[in-house]
């Protein structure tokens, strides 16, 4: 499912659908990866598996070959440690055909300064709504961090987006050179006939579920204040666990869950709640819709780009929300769920990208003319 439509932002990237002008080696550079769960992760591992079915040779440089610190107020996500020029270097001695810096971290500052130093074409992602995370963790304005992001995504030849609400949120924000770029799910996973964990059987009905980081932005105790009968549970791990957890003890709170034992937490749920006021797009939401459970959400980016009143439903009192979603038609949602494909989306990533050429990067100094 192609939630933009037309990919309009720009010229397309290989006319025709050339096979033979599209990248056969990318570099993926990126500071969120693994051990980190989230859906900026699933999108990139998922991209770059179906990549290398296809024959591309993908590399990611990510913060696991380097030392890292804790990222402040948030210790599970590593920041990577670098030397000046290492980044650079990595890159020159993979010689790839394309490159792809998908986060504005550590390694994703050391990627774009080395390509726009170079003349080097790169394309960027913005995966997440990142001025409004750091305002929601430091205090600052989302309007002190947008010279950044203009500053960090300004030379990319593209800035791939996932839905509509952020290309105009962008838009209005200066940057204009964006590229369409939908998600995916995994359907031999995720699947209504998942069997819901033991945990559920003991659990009174209806069964809410919220699925994702356990942190501040994620806005969970909008969830968990809902005075709503049933059970509400929380799959996931994050910084806030604790003290929500504390906070709540009438909550279930599972861990981290994936794979099938995740995905029968959506098919067992009657409701997915998502509370995230931040997302750029909500990866989870179709994962639930996949498995067959309505979602219920506020209408801000991701959601309204989303969901239809077939499959769930928006409102900013997130109660009837979930009243409104727990009625929704569990086969329309498993059928629509089943409208995203993971070969889709990486289909737009691989247009989106800009092949190193002397036309757009006459300074390679040493990279492969692609």
């Known amino acids: 499912m192609n939630l933009l439509g037309s990919l309009d932002a720009g010229p397309p990237s290989f006319a025709n659908g050339d096979a033979h002008s599209r990248p056969r080696s990318i570099a993926i550079v990126t500071d ?32 696991d070959a380097y030392r890292s610190m804790p990222c402040p107020t948030y210790p599970e ?20 055909d394309a490159i792809h810096i998908a986060t504005e971290g550590p390694l994703g500052i050391a990627a774009r300064k080395y390509c726009a130093r170079k003349g080097v074409a790169f394309t960027t992602a913005y995966h997440t709504q990142f001025p409004d995370y750091v305002a929601r963790r430091t205090g600052l304005s989302p309007d002190r961090i947008w010279p950044f992001i203009r500053w960090f995504h300004g030379p990319a030849q593209r800035v ?7 290309r105009r949120e962008l838009r209005g924000q200066g940057i204009s050179q964006l590229h369409a770029w939908s998600r995916g799910v995994d359907l031999g996973c995720f699947t209504p006939d998942a069997p819901p964990p033991p945990e559920f059987s003991q659990l009174d009905g209806p069964i809410l579920l919220y699925v994702g980081r356990v942190a501040p932005e994620k806005n969970i105790e909008a969830f968990l204040e809902c005075d709503y009968p049933g059970s509400k549970v929380v799959v996931g791990d994050g910084p806030a666990k604790a ?19 995740l995905a029968g937490c959506y098919a067992g749920a009657d409701v997915f709640v998502f509370p995230s006021r931040t997302d750029t797009f909500g990866l989870v939401m179709i994962e639930a819709l ?22 769930g439903a928006m409102s900013e009192e997130l109660v009837r929300a979930i009243d409104v979603a727990r009625y929704s038609d569990r ?20 247009r989106g990208l800009e092949p190193l050429g002397e036309a757009v990067c006459p300074n390679l100094n040493g990279l492969k003319i692609a």
């Open 32 to 63: 969120a990866w693994h051990p980190q769960t989230n859906g900026v992760v699933r999108t990139l591992d998922m991209t770059c598996k179906i990549l290398r079915e296809w024959g591309h040779q993908v590399a990611v440089i990510s913060p």
């Open 77 to 96: 996500i590593r920041l990577a440690l670098t030397w000046p020029g290492s980044v650079g270097r990595q890159l020159a001695r993979l010689n790839p």
């Open 160 to 166: 791939m987006v996932a839905t509509r609400s952020i």
């Open 243 to 261: 003290e929500l957890e504390a906070r709540f003890p009438d909550v279930h709170f599972l861990g981290k869950r994936t794979g099938r034992e």
């Open 290 to 311: 996949a498995c067959g459970t309505p979602v219920a959400a506020y209408p801000v980016a991701g959601p309204i780009d989303i969901l239809t009143e077939q499959v």
């Open 331 to 350: 086969a329309a949602c498993a059928r629509f769920g089943a409208e995203f494909s993971w070969e889709a989306a990486t289909e737009q990533f691989l």
